[in-house]
């Protein structure tokens, strides 16, 4: 099974602070997909990547930045963190070129709170 | 603007009975259409995925159902248990460009015993 995982269940930041929040897949997929997801919305795509060094805006890019330095990790960058970043943050990754996205899997998430 | 509305937003049956979740979309062009279960405090595990001529997908318990010209589709539970108490989400992907997926808000059940 592909496994996509995120190093940080739980977050507790201060406003200002730098926060990396890292998602790592083992199945050398090729597309990888932050979003958030707070209550009463659905998931909203914060960024994406369809391959290494590659990244493109999502629906809510602001105040977000990502790295994909290798295939299998995509980091999600809160530049100076503030209280209305506090949401769950999940990750996800797929396969398929050209725009095509094929077996969408999810991290268990990570839940930020900005105080 | 393409969009995905779930109904109702929560539920709670009693274990046991059958429930079925509703899902309608606006999306155009479009490719697919995925179910989630999502657990508290964990991401959304993948149940189903339909194309556009697939009229019906099981998965266990779980079927779903669609109807691509009315823009609607229905998630079946059958003999409900205590696990199967979590959020449910609807996903409808666009064709063309990056395939977009568009989420629904969820409908949030609860099970008791």
């Known amino acids: 099974d592909v496994k996509v995982t995120q190093s940080s269940r739980y977050l507790v930041k201060r406003t200002g602070e730098k926060v990396f929040l890292e998602c790592v897949q083992d199945?050398?997929?090729?597309?990888m997909f932050w979003y958030r997801q707070d209550p009463g919305l659905g998931l909203r795509l914060i960024y994406f990547?369809?391959?290494?060094?590659m990244k493109e805006k999502g629906d809510i890019p602001e105040g977000y930045s990502v790295s994909r330095e290798k295939k299998e990790r995509f980091s999600l960058i809160l530049e100076s963190a503030s209280t209305n970043q506090t949401s769950m943050y999940l990750c996800?990754?797929?396969w398929g070129s050209g725009g095509v996205n094929y077996g969408y899997t999810f991290g268990s998430g990570t839940r930020l709170t900005v105080v | 603007k393409n969009q995905v509305e779930q109904s109702p937003q929560s539920l709670i049956i009693l274990e046991g009975k059958n429930c079925t979740l509703q899902?309608?979309?606006?999306?155009?062009?479009?490719?697919?259409l995925r179910w989630y279960k999502q657990d508290t405090g964990r991401g959304p595990v993948s149940l189903t995925i339909?194309?556009?001529?697939?009229n019906t997908k099981s998965n266990g318990r779980y079927t779903a159902t669609l109807d691509a010209d009315t823009k609607q589709s229905s998630l079946h539970i059958t003999a409900s248990q205590l696990s199967d108490s979590a959020s449910y989400i609807c996903?409808?992907?666009?064709?063309?460009?990056?395939?977009?997926?568009?989420f629904g808000a969820g409908t949030r059940l609860a099970v008791h015993p």
């Open positions: 899902c309608n979309y606006t999306v155009s062009p479009f490719s697919n």
């Open positions: 199945m050398d997929h090729e597309n």
């Open positions: 996903v409808v992907s666009e064709t063309g460009g990056y395939n977009k997926l568009i």
């Open positions: 339909m194309t556009f001529s697939e």
């Open positions: 996800a990754s797929s």
């Open positions: 990547s369809y391959d290494v060094k």
